[in-house]
C-alpha cells in the first residue's frame, strides 16, 4: 500500500500550487480521501475532504475559497489546488485515506509546501 504525494515546492505569496497523491495497493474508490497539513511547531490540521465517489466535498474554514479537493478514481490520483497562497500556508501536506466502510486507513508520507518571497 502507497500514497505518494508530489507537486509541493516553494512558492511565492500569491501564487498556486497543486498537489497529487496518487494510491496503490488498495481499492482507492471505496475511500474518503482527506489531505492534512502540519506546519513546523503546531499540530496536524484537516485541509479538505472528498468522499469516495467525489460527489461531496468540504473545506477548512482557513482555505477561504482558495483550495479545491478533486480526485480521479481511474487513475487513482487525489489532488488539491492551492490559490492565493500566503506564507501561513506553509506547512507539509500529506493525504490521508480511510475506508469508507470500515477502520483501515493510510498516510502519504507528506510533501513540503513553502510560501515565502
Known amino acids: 500500500v502507497q500514497l505518494v504525494e508530489s507537486g509541493g515546492g516553494l512558492v511565492q505569496p500569491g501564487g498556486s500550487l497543486r498537489l497529487s497523491c496518487v494510491a496503490s495497493?488498495?481499492?482507492?474508490?471505496?475511500?474518503?480521501m482527506r489531505w492534512y497539513r502540519q506546519a513546523p511547531g503546531k499540530e496536524r490540521e484537516l485541509v479538505a475532504t472528498?468522499?469516495?465517489?467525489?460527489?461531496?466535498?468540504n473545506y477548512a474554514d482557513f482555505t477561504k475559497g482558495r483550495f479545491t479537493i478533486s480526485r480521479d478514481n481511474a487513475k487513482s490520483t487525489v489532488y488539491l489546488q492551492m490559490n492565493s497562497l500566503s506564507p501561513e500556508d506553509t506547512a507539509v501536506y500529506y493525504c490521508?485515506?480511510?475506508?469508507?466502510?470500515?477502520?483501515?486507513?493510510?498516510w502519504g508520507q507528506g510533501t513540503q509546501v513553502t510560501v515565502s518571497s
Open positions: 495497493g488498495f481499492t482507492f474508490s471505496t475511500y474518503v
Open positions: 490521508y485515506a480511510s475506508h469508507q466502510y470500515s477502520s483501515g486507513y493510510y
Open positions: 472528498i468522499t469516495s465517489g467525489g460527489g461531496s466535498t
